[in-house]
Protein backbone atom coordinates (compact mmCIF):
# COMPACT_ATOMS: atom_id res chain seq x y z
CA UNK A 1 0.00 0.00 0.00
CA UNK A 2 1.66 3.28 -1.19
CA UNK A 3 1.37 6.04 1.46
CA UNK A 4 0.96 9.81 1.09
CA UNK A 5 3.99 11.42 1.61
CA UNK A 6 4.05 13.77 4.43
CA UNK A 7 3.54 17.93 4.10
CA UNK A 8 7.86 17.93 5.18
CA UNK A 9 8.75 15.15 2.40
CA UNK A 10 6.41 17.58 0.10
CA UNK A 11 8.33 20.58 1.09
CA UNK A 12 12.17 18.50 0.40
CA UNK A 13 10.50 17.29 -2.92
CA UNK A 14 10.23 20.65 -4.10
CA UNK A 15 13.05 22.46 -2.61
CA UNK A 16 15.11 19.51 -4.42
CA UNK A 17 13.03 20.13 -8.04
CA UNK A 18 13.66 23.91 -7.43
CA UNK A 19 17.42 23.36 -6.59
CA UNK A 20 17.75 21.31 -10.12
CA UNK A 21 15.67 23.24 -12.31
CA UNK A 22 16.43 26.58 -10.93
CA UNK A 23 19.31 26.68 -8.94
CA UNK A 24 21.70 24.78 -11.03
CA UNK A 25 21.38 26.73 -14.08
CA UNK A 26 21.53 30.17 -12.30
CA UNK A 27 24.62 29.11 -10.69
CA UNK A 28 26.16 27.72 -14.45
CA UNK A 29 24.96 30.98 -15.81
CA UNK A 30 26.80 33.27 -13.14
CA UNK A 31 29.69 31.03 -13.73
CA UNK A 32 29.61 31.84 -17.34
CA UNK A 33 28.83 35.33 -17.16
CA UNK A 34 32.42 35.94 -14.89
CA UNK A 35 34.31 33.23 -17.28
CA UNK A 36 32.96 35.44 -20.08
CA UNK A 37 33.45 38.57 -18.78
CA UNK A 38 36.84 37.52 -17.27
CA UNK A 39 38.05 36.90 -20.10
CA UNK A 40 36.79 39.76 -22.20
CA UNK A 41 38.71 41.96 -19.72
CA UNK A 42 41.72 39.69 -20.01
CA UNK A 43 41.71 40.51 -24.01
CA UNK A 44 40.73 43.69 -23.89
CA UNK A 45 43.86 44.74 -21.81
CA UNK A 46 45.97 43.47 -25.33
CA UNK A 47 47.23 45.59 -27.63
CA UNK A 48 49.93 46.15 -30.41
CA UNK A 49 53.09 47.60 -29.44
CA UNK A 50 55.30 46.40 -32.24
CA UNK A 51 56.85 43.19 -34.23
CA UNK A 52 59.41 41.13 -32.63
CA UNK A 53 62.63 40.21 -34.76
CA UNK A 54 63.15 37.03 -35.83
CA UNK A 55 65.29 34.07 -34.37
CA UNK A 56 66.59 32.38 -37.52
CA UNK A 57 68.98 29.40 -36.91
CA UNK A 58 70.87 27.52 -40.07
CA UNK A 59 70.64 23.99 -39.84
CA UNK A 60 73.32 21.91 -41.39
CA UNK A 61 71.37 20.94 -44.26
CA UNK A 62 71.36 24.67 -45.08
CA UNK A 63 67.42 24.89 -43.88
CA UNK A 64 66.55 28.75 -42.11
CA UNK A 65 64.34 28.42 -39.46
CA UNK A 66 62.93 31.10 -37.33
CA UNK A 67 62.79 29.52 -34.11
CA UNK A 68 59.97 32.39 -33.38
CA UNK A 69 57.25 31.19 -36.02
CA UNK A 70 54.08 30.50 -34.82
CA UNK A 71 55.10 30.94 -31.38
CA UNK A 72 53.67 32.54 -28.17
CA UNK A 73 56.58 34.40 -27.09
CA UNK A 74 57.97 35.77 -23.60
CA UNK A 75 61.07 38.02 -23.57
CA UNK A 76 63.41 39.89 -21.31
CA UNK A 77 66.08 42.17 -22.37
CA UNK A 78 68.98 42.34 -19.64
CA UNK A 79 71.75 45.19 -19.12
CA UNK A 80 74.59 44.78 -22.04
CA UNK A 81 76.76 43.51 -19.11
CA UNK A 82 73.96 40.98 -17.58
CA UNK A 83 74.87 40.45 -13.11
CA UNK A 84 73.69 38.63 -10.63
CA UNK A 85 71.73 41.00 -8.36
CA UNK A 86 68.70 40.97 -6.26
CA UNK A 87 66.29 41.70 -9.13
CA UNK A 88 67.81 39.40 -12.17
CA UNK A 89 67.70 36.47 -9.82
CA UNK A 90 64.14 36.99 -8.92
CA UNK A 91 63.62 37.42 -13.37
CA UNK A 92 65.86 34.05 -13.91
CA UNK A 93 63.58 32.25 -10.96
CA UNK A 94 60.44 33.55 -12.28
CA UNK A 95 61.80 32.26 -16.12
CA UNK A 96 62.14 29.48 -14.47
CA UNK A 97 58.59 28.81 -13.01
CA UNK A 98 57.15 30.22 -16.16
CA UNK A 99 59.08 27.74 -18.54
CA UNK A 100 57.58 24.81 -16.20
CA UNK A 101 54.07 26.05 -16.96
CA UNK A 102 54.58 26.90 -20.71
CA UNK A 103 58.18 25.40 -22.07
CA UNK A 104 57.43 21.95 -22.42
CA UNK A 105 54.68 23.14 -25.45
CA UNK A 106 55.13 23.29 -29.00
CA UNK A 107 54.19 26.37 -29.23
CA UNK A 108 56.01 29.03 -26.81
CA UNK A 109 59.34 30.34 -26.37
CA UNK A 110 61.09 32.39 -23.62
CA UNK A 111 63.51 34.77 -25.21
CA UNK A 112 66.24 36.44 -22.95
CA UNK A 113 68.28 39.33 -24.37
CA UNK A 114 71.80 39.76 -23.32
CA UNK A 115 75.30 41.07 -24.84
CA UNK A 116 77.15 39.84 -22.19
CA UNK A 117 76.74 38.69 -18.60
CA UNK A 118 79.13 37.92 -15.32
CA UNK A 119 80.13 34.50 -14.49
CA UNK A 120 78.19 34.85 -11.42
CA UNK A 121 75.09 35.06 -13.60
CA UNK A 122 76.00 32.51 -16.37
CA UNK A 123 76.51 30.14 -13.40
CA UNK A 124 73.42 30.46 -11.53
CA UNK A 125 71.79 30.44 -15.27
CA UNK A 126 73.21 27.43 -16.23
CA UNK A 127 71.58 25.73 -12.62
CA UNK A 128 68.14 26.44 -14.16
CA UNK A 129 66.48 23.44 -15.72
CA UNK A 130 64.59 25.15 -18.30
CA UNK A 131 68.17 26.85 -19.32
CA UNK A 132 69.41 24.31 -22.24
CA UNK A 133 65.95 23.61 -23.54
CA UNK A 134 65.46 25.12 -27.32
CA UNK A 135 62.28 26.72 -26.33
CA UNK A 136 64.43 28.45 -24.06
CA UNK A 137 66.49 30.94 -26.15
CA UNK A 138 69.47 33.48 -25.19
CA UNK A 139 69.96 36.49 -28.06
CA UNK A 140 72.43 39.03 -28.79
CA UNK A 141 71.47 42.25 -27.91
CA UNK A 142 73.51 43.46 -31.22
CA UNK A 143 70.38 43.03 -33.50
CA UNK A 144 66.82 44.76 -33.49
CA UNK A 145 65.90 43.69 -30.32
CA UNK A 146 66.41 46.49 -27.74
CA UNK A 147 64.89 49.19 -30.15
CA UNK A 148 62.43 47.32 -30.44
CA UNK A 149 61.04 45.94 -27.12
CA UNK A 150 62.42 49.69 -25.82
CA UNK A 151 60.54 51.55 -28.60
CA UNK A 152 57.75 49.33 -27.88
CA UNK A 153 57.62 49.56 -23.78
CA UNK A 154 57.87 53.33 -24.04
CA UNK A 155 54.65 53.24 -26.39
CA UNK A 156 52.36 51.06 -23.90
CA UNK A 157 54.07 53.67 -21.12
CA UNK A 158 52.89 56.75 -23.20
CA UNK A 159 49.39 54.48 -23.57
CA UNK A 160 48.60 53.78 -20.14
CA UNK A 161 50.17 56.76 -18.94
CA UNK A 162 52.47 54.56 -16.56
CA UNK A 163 55.48 55.44 -14.99
CA UNK A 164 58.40 53.19 -16.78
CA UNK A 165 60.06 50.43 -14.65
CA UNK A 166 63.54 49.42 -15.15
CA UNK A 167 62.79 45.57 -15.63
CA UNK A 168 59.87 44.61 -17.98
CA UNK A 169 58.34 41.34 -19.91
CA UNK A 170 57.28 41.51 -23.30
CA UNK A 171 54.43 39.21 -24.30
CA UNK A 172 54.01 38.58 -28.44
CA UNK A 173 51.50 36.05 -29.93
CA UNK A 174 51.73 33.97 -32.64
CA UNK A 175 52.12 36.43 -35.17
CA UNK A 176 55.07 38.07 -33.51
CA UNK A 177 52.81 41.13 -32.30
CA UNK A 178 53.86 42.65 -29.38
CA UNK A 179 50.77 42.48 -27.81
CA UNK A 180 51.90 44.07 -23.52
CA UNK A 181 54.20 44.44 -21.10
CA UNK A 182 54.47 44.16 -17.65
CA UNK A 183 56.70 44.78 -14.22
CA UNK A 184 58.96 41.97 -14.22
CA UNK A 185 59.24 42.41 -10.24
CA UNK A 186 55.83 42.49 -9.67
CA UNK A 187 54.44 39.53 -8.83
CA UNK A 188 50.89 40.67 -9.88
CA UNK A 189 51.77 41.61 -12.96
CA UNK A 190 53.42 38.42 -13.98
CA UNK A 191 50.57 36.39 -12.57
CA UNK A 192 48.63 38.46 -15.28
CA UNK A 193 50.98 37.77 -17.73
CA UNK A 194 50.78 34.22 -17.30
CA UNK A 195 46.55 34.39 -17.87
CA UNK A 196 47.02 36.12 -20.99
CA UNK A 197 50.01 33.39 -22.34
CA UNK A 198 46.99 30.97 -21.33
CA UNK A 199 44.38 33.27 -24.34
CA UNK A 200 46.74 33.38 -26.64
CA UNK A 201 48.18 30.04 -26.48
CA UNK A 202 46.82 28.11 -29.38
CA UNK A 203 45.04 24.61 -28.04
CA UNK A 204 47.52 22.00 -28.28
Known sequence: MNKKPTPGRKIFIAAVLLLILVGFPAV??????D??????????????????PKANIIWPDGLLEDQ??????????????????????????????????????????????????????????????????????????????????????ESYCVKGEIDPYPYYYALADTAGVIRRFYNALDEKEVGRMVEQIAILLPQE
Open 28 to 33: SWIYLR
Open 35 to 52: GLNWRKKAVGELSSYGQI
Open 68 to 153: LNSKVVVAHLFANKAELTAETQKILDTNQQIFDQFGRGTHFSLVMIAEDATTDFRSYTQKLPGSDFANWLWLPANGAWPSVLNNGF
